[in-house]
């Protein structure tokens, strides 16, 4: 194994074969990706809302002390039970006040218009008795009736708002209603702008700077600009605030995600996906508590906020990627990683345990190219032609990513003979040639491990000059000895030291030579690698479709049950509820029948449950909301699938950044899902056909990307680019035997 892809997989089955720690680590991880992101993302849903309003009345017609619905019912146009919300009947005053003489009296009271107070000269009824009082209501709703206009016009008043369902929400708060109406959907929209820039920033920081400090630091940030936005002094302020804190939701959510799934062993990384998807519908459920038992809006700002100082614990919690140590070359490290969480279980590692899995593996894969190549040709020596290797080596390795050699079955097809003779010929003698040095060099340090210590040394470092040179003929990789990338490796260990605990000084000359040896090189990768190897960049545009169509389905279902004509709370707490089963259903399915067949039937049915709400009438609201939550079930369990999906279909020098850029995509077309909701305006259930046809073909586009179900996770570029290269379409899972899957566990 080239990529240290089973080596990694053996330690973390090691480290946690036993204890709990990393259980609790593990659900740390997952929490700290769901419920901040939970709260972040939907608090808006009722921060933002609109209650039901109407047309202030006139400050002169407040001070005749009517009953407010009955001033409603004589200045507000009704149609079908359902008052107007911008418009309302002017008054003449003076007939109104000439019509009162006998029953008012003139007096100065003290207004509010706005945020504003002022002083009014008016007339208020004179306080009169039971029957008295009534002739005055009477006589009062006979001249409002005659000094108001014939035709209404828009609001000069303000407005008054229900208090049914909301005491105060930011609408309420600045009047965004009617010819403002469009500010809180284009601030919810503009939150999706901030998470489209903060998707690059953090995936490129976090394949750069490591998984660790980049969590760390979207904690420092994140927390206090959420407490802050509670603070506005004006609606612009908050959309301000909202778009900083919409920097870090995506990255937020898929951070603690990849370095849960880096860190647990194989059995592990399908629970990621789902744990993370459950917490996030319980979020949802304890944020509709939460507005429900509070119904102010800065209150439930407050209490979706500051609780979450507390992720500043995670410091002293959470550890680095051992998987992204590995392929920055720092093998020493990502063995700490292992030791640590080893002792928190209670397990005891030695030091070097890592790199002596690593040597067994490479013995055995030796071994068994060996034999391979032994079946094929009967000998590995005796090849006289040396020359040979010479002409055709350079061309085997800069096409190793272009073909997947397989010299077995290139020779039973029977393709161009010669060329086949020739490459055969060429694998065989660098294969010979390392075991056959190796095996030299094992002689030479046995001979004089007791009498020169200097050669002993150097025919060590020959070894692991000759394994490098060898990886790196493997791997599309840059060279670990460069010295100007060894000095930017220090640079950025030295920059990041302060997000790493050290607990105990270990021997650095120790861990130098152990990264030196071992390592594959600091593998960098970038995003426009991603373009480069036609396999990656195809699973990655696929991968980026499925993400912005469930995206947009999965977000909009959720902006959407005020629209479903049942309470807000209501709707929002049953959507949170329903998608709890989801995920565990989703695990059960895709643990025993793959990923990509599960996704396709999932989204396909969901789907399908949006679109069957066109056939109900709007007369019969549950039938819309009881297809609308099934379709959302079957969403929001089809995202838990591509969730676990995408991590491992990515190899994880590019994880973190080839999400970012697919979620920077998703991010842009997440931007519509405000005014797919404001399509309800024209038929209720016309955003359930858009989200339903959208869902639809994601499952159709899903069935084009390779299974990964029982797979390694692929580790460097040359992983990503082999894998899944040959499988069929309508292939199914391949399950291993259960022998191999406990051995690998």
């Not at 109407?54 to 359902?82: F, K, M, Q, S, Y």
């Not at 999965?554 to 049942?566: C, E, I, K, Q």
């Not at 996770?713 to 082999?722: I, Y």
Request: hydrophobic share 45%; glycine share 6%.
């Amino acid at each position: 194994m080239s990529s240290w892809t089973k080596e990694l997989d053996e330690a973390a089955v090691l480290a946690t074969k036993a204890g709990h720690w990393h259980v609790v680590l593990f659900y740390m991880l997952c929490a700290l990706a769901a419920i901040p992101t939970s709260f972040l993302v939907f608090s808006q849903v009722f921060t933002n809302a609109t209650p039901v309003h109407w047309c202030a009345p006139a400050p002169e017609l407040e001070t005749l002390n009517l009953p407010d619905e009955l001033i409603r019912n004589l200045t507000v146009p009704e149609h079908d039970g359902v008052f107007e919300s911008c418009q309302a009947y002017t008054l003449d005053l003076k007939v109104l006040f000439e019509e009162l003489k006998e029953y008012a009296e003139d007096r100065s009271v003290l207004v509010r218009e706005g945020n504003a107070l002022r002083v009014v000269s008016t007339q208020q009824l004179v306080p009169a008795k039971a029957q008295e009082r009534e002739l005055q209501i009477s006589k009062a709703v006979e001249a409002i009736i005659k000094a108001r206009s014939e035709e209404p016009s828009p609001c000069e008043n303000g407005w008054r708002f229900s208090t049914e369902h909301y005491q105060r929400t930011l609408v309420t708060e600045f009047s965004l209603v009617c010819d403002k109406d469009w500010l809180p959907r284009t601030g919810n929209t503009l939150f999706w702008v901030g998470s489209i820039f903060g998707n690059l920033v953090f995936g490129w920081m976090s394949d750069r700077s490591g998984r660790r400090p980049t969590i760390l630091f979207m904690i420092l940030l994140e927390v206090p600009l959420a407490i802050a936005a509670a603070f506005p002094n004006n609606y612009w302020t908050y959309v301000a605030l909202r778009i900083a804190g919409g920097l870090f939701f995506p990255a937020l959510y898929q951070q603690p995600f990849i370095l849960a799934l880096e860190l647990m062993p194989p059995r592990s990384r399908t629970y990621t996906g789902i744990v993370v998807g459950m917490l996030f519908a319980s979020g949802m459920c304890l944020l509709a508590l939460l507005a429900y038992a509070v119904k102010d809006w800065f209150h439930l700002s407050l209490a979706t906020s500051v609780p979450f100082i507390l992720l500043y614990g995670y410091y002293w919690l959470i550890p680095e990627s051992p998987r992204w140590l590995v392929g920055r070359g720092r093998i020493a490290e990502a063995e700490k990683v292992f030791r640590n969480l080893a002792r928190m279980n209670g397990i005891d590692l030695p030091r070097g345990f890592l790199v002596e899995i690593h040597k067994k593996n490479k013995e055995e894969d030796a071994e068994a190219e060996v034999t391979m190549l032994r079946n094929v040709n009967g000998h590995i020596t005796g090849f006289p032609e040396l020359q040979e290797k010479k002409d055709f080596v350079d061309r085997r390795i800069s096409n190793m990513l272009t073909f997947k050699p397989d010299v077995a079955k290139r020779f039973s097809e029977g393709v161009d003979q010669n060329k086949e003779e020739h490459l055969e010929r060429i694998i065989a003698l660098e294969v010979a040639e390392i075991v056959n040095k190796k095996a030299r060099l094992k002689k030479e340090r046995e001979s004089i491990r007791d009498m020169e210590v200097l050669k002993e040394d150097e025919s060590i470092n020959e070894e692991s000059q000759l394994n490098v040179e060898a990886r790196q003929k493997a791997t599309q990789t840059e060279p670990y000895t460069k010295p100007g990338n060894t000095l930017r490796r220090k640079s950025l260990q030295l920059v990041t030291k302060i997000f790493i605990r050290g607990d105990e000084e270990d021997d650095v000359t120790d861990n130098q030579r152990m990264d030196e040896q071992n390592s594959e090189g600091d593998c960098k990768a970038s995003p426009l690698d991603v373009f480069r190897y036609p396999n990656i960049r195809k699973k990655f545009f696929l991968l980026t479709f499925n993400w912005v169509a469930l995206g947009v389905v999965y977000n909009s279902l959720s902006y959407n049950t005020p629209n479903l004509g049942v309470d807000d709370y209501l709707a929002f707490f049953i959507g949170g509820v329903v998608e709890l089963p989801s995920y565990f259903i989703a695990w059960r399915c895709m643990d025993r029948f793959g990923r990509r067949w599960v996704l396709c039937l999932f989204s396909s049915i969901g789907g399908i449950s949006c679109l069957s709400c066109v056939f109900v009438p709007e007369t019969w609201p549950w039938i819309t909301v009881v297809l609308a939550m099934f379709g959302r079930l079957f969403i929001a369990a089809s995202f838990a699938v591509f969730y676990v999906q995408i991590g491992e279909l990515l190899p994880t020098v590019l994880r973190a950044q080839a999400m970012g850029a697919s979620s920077f995509i998703a991010g842009l077309g997440l931007l519509a899902c405000p005014y797919i909701v404001h399509l309800a305006t024209y038929a209720r259930s016309l955003p359930l056909i858009v989200m339903g046809v959208l869902s639809v073909m994601a499952g159709v586009t899903s069935l084009f990307l390779p299974e990964t179900l029982n797979q390694p996770l692929p580790q460097t570029l040359g992983d990503g680019e082999m894998f899944g290269r040959n499988f069929k379409l309508l292939s199914c899972v391949e399950h291993r035997r259960r022998s191999s899957l406990k051995d690998l566990e």
